[in-house]
Nanobody
Framework: QVQLMESGGGSVQAGGSLRLSCAAS????????MSWFRRTPGKERAGVAI???????TYAISVKGRFTIFKDSTKNTLYLQMNGLKPEDTAMYYC????????????????????WGQGTQVTVSS
């Protein structure tokens, strides 16, 4: 049974940092296309970062240079290191997994991911 469990969300002031974790079970995370998405009330879910099975990463323009997606194969866990947080980063953050080839992974959208976590809330105050 595939499961994704996010943790690490919380409340921080602008300029602060958080590290989100996504513990995977039921599959080998390193073999999958993995991603972080976020959603704010009234808006569509938006991609934040993607990492493919080879470790190649892609970021949304809004977070590039501030966020880093990486994975630890020994722990079967995906991470999102978020630095320089801004109030507009406030959202529910979700990790997602999809069995996608590298070329599909790098341009994947939310509909391409089969498995999702329950989300973790990040709130950034000004």
């Amino acid at each position: 049974q595939v499961q994704l469990m996010e943790s690490g969300g919380g409340s921080v002031q602008a300029g602060g940092s958080l590290r989100l974790s996504c513990a995977a079970s039921g599959f080998t995370l390193s073999s999958y296309c993995m991603s972080w998405f976020r959603r704010t009330p009234g808006k569509e879910r938006a991609g934040v970062a993607i990492i493919d099975r080879y470790g190649v990463t892609t970021y949304a323009i809004s977070v590039k240079g501030r966020f880093t997606i990486f994975k630890d194969s020994t722990k079967n866990t995906l991470y999102l290191q978020m630095n320089g947080l801004k109030p507009e980063d406030t959202a529910m953050y979700y990790c997602a997994a999809g069995n996608l080839l590298w070329n599909a992974c790098r341009r994947a959208s939310s509909g391409d991911f089969a498995y999702w976590g329950q989300g973790t809330q990040v709130t950034v105050s000004s």
